[in-house]
């Protein structure tokens, strides 16, 4: 099982929409949570990192779930310039990262 | 611009040659970390230093790879008799210890292995 999984999407989605998917954690042990944001043949970019009791930067919002093991990032007002993979990011001694979710916000 | 960076950026070598790949951390920065990514996959974690000393390396790190950061400053990773399966990007990234383990990554070393 790899430690961390994501929905690969892609989530195509309309300007101004709003778009939310998740990532799943394995170890339980897992001290501290990021989402990093990657665009094409580029080096990932730290988005937000994510707090026990949720938290907002903008249009972004970030939740965890420790009981269940999961993360989730809400889009709000999606722009264009939101396109990219969005890749989640568990550290317990070292980042783990998952495959990415893809996201296409279009005109 | 005073973020990671990594030379070279692109790198074409013919297999069974040795390559090395150099980083500079942000200058504040005592954590250096190298990953390798693959096509589809998220960032694969290799090794990692706190400050001159080699913390951590991944079971992914075969013989042929070796990293060094001798002063605690910049670091390079070396590959050794390249192998194709050696083709990916190589990225850096660094963080100050106790600051939240937010990672800045650089711009990253595309490998390609013929």
């Known amino acids: 099982r790899k430690e961390v999984e994501q929905d690969p999407g892609p989530f195509n989605v309309p300007e101004g929409a709003t778009v939310a998917f998740n990532c799943t954690y394995s170890?339980?042990?897992?001290?501290?949570f990021f989402w990093y944001r990657q665009d094409c043949r580029k080096e990932p970019k730290l988005l937000m990192s994510?707090?026990?009791s949720g938290n907002e930067d903008g249009r972004f919002t970030a939740q965890l779930n420790r009981a269940s093991q999961y993360i989730s990032l809400l889009i709000r007002d999606s722009k264009l310039s939101d396109s990219a993979t969005y890749l989640c990011?568990?550290?317990?001694?070292?980042?783990?990262f998952g495959a990415g979710t893809t996201v296409t916000v279009r005109a | 611009d005073t973020g990671v960076s990594q030379d070279p950026r692109h790198k074409i070598t013919k297999r069974g040659q040795n390559v090395t790949f150099r980083c500079d951390p942000i200058?504040?920065?005592?954590?250096l970390y190298w990953y390798r990514q693959t096509l589809g996959q998220g960032p694969e974690f290799l090794t990692y230093?706190?400050?001159?000393?080699?913390?951590?390396k991944s079971r992914l790190l075969s013989d042929r790879f070796s990293a060094e950061r001798p002063k605690g400053s910049f670091s390079t990773l070396e590959i050794q008799r390249t192998e194709q399966g050696d083709s990916a990007m190589y990225l850096c990234?660094?963080?100050?210890?106790?600051?939240?383990?937010?990672?800045?990554f650089g711009p990253g070393t595309r490998l390609t292995v013929t």
């Open positions: 994510v707090y026990s």
């Open positions: 990234a660094s963080s100050l210890a106790d600051a939240g383990d937010e990672q800045y």
């Open positions: 170890n339980s042990a897992s001290q501290s």
């Open positions: 200058s504040e920065h005592n954590r």
């Open positions: 230093f706190q400050n001159e000393a080699q913390l951590e």
């Open positions: 990011v568990v550290n317990k001694d070292k980042l783990s």
